[in-house]
């Protein structure tokens, strides 16, 4: 069957550390990956998007890397703060005009 | 612009009752999504609209039923109410970014409680 895992639900980490989520999926081919930040009580809010002909994407804190062949996409939050305390979803863009597929999601807490 | 707005924020209904969940955005996007979001089941996709006229169901459509009213509106609807519907209901356009990379835009939820 076709799954999309996200590799804990739950990482704690120490300010200044840094934090790196893990998504895995099976059976898919997706063109995209994105991943999205969700505040508790508030709708997810995309952060970055890697196309499969990319091997990584940063921006500013914020670095997603895509392994094709691994079926693989790693998020790292560098310099961590508690203010990035958050959940973080990643999404597989499979078909144009459909839905994104999503992972349940990893909920990270970064202690000062 | 507002984004994706969403009404009611918060529903309590009883086995049985029925509501509409209300959606708008004004983005002038093409596709919009509804999703439950459970804990431990992630987002889970109920129906969604390519376009204005279309609507096709998703990985849990049964018990709801849609609407794309116009291309800024998407409505889900609960005919009968069951505890089992008791969850988080986000909805989402589809749209570009200004650097041409299409993502979805979500709406701030509403938490329904079925007694």
């Known amino acids: 069957s076709q799954k999309i895992e996200q590799n804990s639900e739950a990482l704690n980490i120490q300010e200044g550390k840094t934090a790196t989520l893990t998504c895995n999926y099976t059976?898919?081919?997706?063109?995209?990956l994105q991943w999205y930040r969700q505040d508790p009580g508030r709708g997810p809010v995309f952060l970055l998007l890697?196309?499969?002909?990319?091997k990584e994407k940063r921006k500013e804190r914020l670095k997603v890397t895509f392994d094709t062949t691994l079926k693989q996409s790693l998020f790292h939050i560098t310099a961590s703060q508690p203010a990035d305390s958050a959940t973080y979803l990643c999404a597989l863009d499979i078909q144009a005009g459909t839905a994104l597929i999503f992972g349940k999601g990893t909920t990270l807490s970064v202690s000062s | 612009n507002a984004g994706v707005t969403q009404t009611p924020k918060f529903q309590v209904l009883k086995t049985g009752q029925s509501m509409t969940l209300q959606c708008a955005q004004d983005m002038n996007h093409n596709s919009m999504y509804w999703y439950r979001q459970d804990p431990g089941m992630g987002l889970r996709l109920i129906y969604y609209?390519?376009?204005?006229?279309?609507?096709d169901k998703g990985e849990v459509p049964n018990g709801y039923n849609v609407s794309r009213l116009n291309k800024r509106e998407f409505s889900l609807r609960l005919e009968s109410a069951a505890p089992s519907q008791t969850s988080v209901y986000f909805c989402?356009?589809?749209?570009?970014?200004?650097?041409?990379?299409?993502?979805?835009?979500f709406g701030p939820g509403t938490r329904l409680l079925v007694l």
């Open positions: 989402a356009s589809r749209g570009l970014r200004h650097n041409g990379q299409k993502t979805q835009y």
């Open positions: 609209s390519a376009s204005e006229g279309t609507t």
């Open positions: 890697i196309r499969e002909n990319e």
């Open positions: 059976n898919y081919s997706p063109a995209y």
